[in-house]
């Protein structure tokens, strides 16, 4: 997307000073407060993705959703050896990061048992609008079976016409190119929805940054001299 000259980066708020709130993040402040989103976040590594889904799911709490969020980077390579595996473990995880109560850890063997758990474990028994957010999934493009895994997130967007995924976000965060790993776009999650591309910052971004920082600068130093 395309800053017009008029566009003057601004500060999230004096408490967050160091924070500077681009397009971008107005556009996921906003999906926030939908019901039923898909938004997909991408941008090159280290450059403020896992921070700007932070700040999208801050503003669902604050719109009253229930939050899941699921970082693939704490999966390790034993959870990820095979695609089963994967699901148990990933449908163990959604269930303790809701607190839903059931001790049992889900033996998932394919991926219709999975969409079947989904909808009587986890979407059926969660009261309420519902956000589920998925950081680093670039840990499973690397697999062999990232296409089925990625073709479900797909039938899950695709259920909210008549299912509890109508009351349901879904959040994915990507520093890959989608289409180097999935050859079919209609198998695709990453092509519907919201997509929210963030970019470096802008030279206007980091002249507001610099400055922003010499002023706190020169305030904890003139506290320090007191």
């Not at 980066?9 to 107005?26: N, Q, T, W, Y």
């Not at 999906?31 to 280290?46: D, Y």
């Not at 695609?83 to 219709?112: G, H, R, T």
């Not at 980091?206 to 506290?223: D, F, G, M, V």
């Amino acid at each position: 997307e395309s800053r017009s000259e008029e566009y003057q980066p601004e500060f999230v708020a004096e408490r967050d000073s160091k924070h500077i709130l681009r397009p971008e993040d107005k556009k996921i402040l906003v999906a926030a407060h939908k019901i039923g989103e898909t938004l997909v976040i991408k941008g090159p590594s280290q450059i403020g993705k896992t921070t700007l889904l932070q700040r999208y799911i801050q503003e669902c709490e604050k719109a009253r959703k229930k939050v899941c969020f699921i970082d693939f980077a704490r999966f390790g390579n034993e959870e990820l050896s095979s695609y089963s595996i994967f699901l148990s473990n990933l449908a163990w995880s959604i269930k303790e990061e809701l607190d839903i109560n059931n001790s049992e850890f889900p033996e998932i063997k394919n991926q219709n048992m999975m969409v079947s758990y989904f909808r009587k474990h986890i979407l059926d028994v969660t009261i309420g609008h519902l956000t589920i957010a998925f950081d680093e999934v670039d840990r499973i493009m690397e697999r062999s079976y990232s296409s089925e895994f990625f073709s479900m997130l797909k039938i899950f967007h695709e259920s909210r016409s008549h299912t509890r995924w109508r009351e349901t976000d879904l959040v994915l965060v990507i520093s890959t190119e989608p289409h180097l790993f999935i050859n079919e776009s209609k198998r695709s999650p990453f092509n519907v929805g919201l997509n929210v591309v963030l970019n470096p910052f802008s030279f206007e971004e980091c002249s507001a940054l610099n400055k922003n920082y010499e002023k706190q600068r020169l305030k904890w130093k003139n506290i320090h001299n007191k």
